[in-house]
């Protein structure tokens, strides 16, 4: 099954309408992005209270903060939008956590068959380069993914990995080198 393909414009369109108080807009945003949404966070954290409580969090950001959407005028898209949103906001409850406790599983195990995001990626990269990221070792392709497809900086990431931030940053740079190397 393929990833679902929508007019780019359409969520820009209902985030706008969102900005004005359209509440039958928030809860078609809800509708077409949600579950998306819940898929990239459960890959990130195996805690399904945390996950609840993040998109919680999430949707009630977007609701407050959508006339803050600069758009694609200012090259983002709502989906992006909204994924950052969501990425900050669980590392917002991993950092709440490990106040109160030992903090929680970051990622969850890689899946055994390829997930969306992955097949979008491979699209989008081409053939060379997406054979290249797949060769990667998990813990090098989650810290592309966090810090490259979502945007995070080294710390978020290392928030969101449960790793130091020097290990980030090794990580980071062995993924470079490898990809380098796979591309030449």
Known sequence: MGPIRTEPTDEEHLVRLVAKGDRAAFEELYRRTSPWIAVRLRRRCSDDQVVAEVMQETYLSVWRAAGAFAGAGAGGTAVGWLWTIAAR?????????????????????????????????????????????????????????????????????????????????TRARRARIAMREALT
């Open 89 to 169: 906001r669980l590392i917002d409850a991993f950092r709440r956590r490990a106040h109160h406790a030992v903090p929680p599983a970051a990622a969850a195990p890689e899946p055994a068959s390829a997930a969306a995001e992955d097949e979008v990626l491979a699209h989008v990269v081409g053939d060379e380069v997406g054979d290249a990221l797949r060769r990667l070792a998990p813990e090098l392709r989650q810290v592309l993914q966090a810090m490259v497809l979502d945007g995070l900086t080294v710390r978020e990431t290392a928030v969101l990995l449960g790793v130091p931030e020097g290990t980030v940053k």
